[in-house]
């Protein structure tokens, strides 16, 4: 499936948004409570500057404690006589417009001039706009949501860092003789598939992808690049390798079945195994390089596979192993379902951390040279 033509990738990876808003979800509590304190910080922003105006006109200070008692006499008034009742709201009636009044002789909005200024005004620090997340919500949450990624903090994987001048620009062929893209070429495309993936989230068909090829393709760089972009976008992502995976199930099993575990470690298990089955997207890395016994990793594989799947989950798979591979190590359940629900894309092509490698030895070679020719 290609990306939409329509969109270029200098657009997408400028991070504008590209798809519609997301039906309403469920805010996490950590990212309801950094609202709250929004919320808090602007009234109390608005409660310092009512204070500060009074104390520098002290006629609003004077005028405002004649509403206050107003009010209060207009409540008490409730239980008299109607005359009564419309005397006491005459009277904060008028009060009010001489406060009106006075307020917009000191420049201020009447309307306003007490109410809490929210940094957002669209949301106002609510955090929801109608039905879906508000367009502050990737900015307040952003790096709460990239803290509990597991993501590394590496500032090179994003998309708009990727450089195409790492890969091979040299044509190829097929054995039949006939011509194939370029390396780079066919890196350029991916990239602009993977950047319309993102933007379709969570609406992507296929909703899950598997990324495969040799050794220092760019695998993995695809895999976490899609990860900072989800959360740029306000989704929860989690990102794991696939022994790491596999040590977090071996931990949960001996917490759950052993007598008396230790209640922290038992909770901590169970928490990440929660984000594992409900992050919005789930990175799984390096898939296959995983040390367990062969009928261990076939049953969790397919567990996993199985439960996000059932789940419209999106899972995002990076391995070495080519889907002939994936048969012969697990078996053909897991290729059926890889074939069956992911979008299957060949990184292949030469090692760029070699290529990396010879890039910043010719920079350092030709910097030495430029001191030499200055000495």
Known sequence: MAADPRTSRESRASGEPQASRAPRREMPARVRDLYARRQQAAEAASRTRRRR?????????ALERRVTSAAI????????SPAAQQQAERELDALRQERRRLLAALGEDPASYDAPAPLCPHCGDTGYDGDGFCRCYPEVAGPWLLEQSGLPD?????????????????PRRAPDGSPLPSVREERERQCDYLLGWCAAFP????????????????????????????IERGYGVLYLTAPDWHQHLAQLRR????????????ALAEEMQQRIETADCLILDDLGTENVPPATRLTELLGLLNQRLAAGRPLVISSNLALGDVRQVYDERVSS????????????????RLTRRRRRLAEAAEAAEAVKRQA
């Open 53 to 61: 105006l009074e104390a520098a006109h002290p006629e609003l200070a």
């Open 154 to 170: 590496d500032a090179d994987a994003r998309f708009p860092d990727f450089d195409a001048a790492l890969f091979a620009a040299r």
């Open 255 to 266: 917490l759950t079945t052993s007598f008396g575990p230790d209640p922290l470690r038992l």
């Open 337 to 352: 379902r890889l074939i069956g629900a992911f979008q299957l894309l060949d990184i292949s092509g030469d090692d760029v």
């Open 73 to 80: 006499r207009r409540l008490e008034a409730l239980g008299l």
């Open 203 to 230: 609406a992507n068909d296929p909703a899950h992808l598997y990324l495969s090829g040799p050794t220092g393709t760019g695998k993995t760089w695809f895999a976490q690049a899609i990860g900072h972009r989800l």
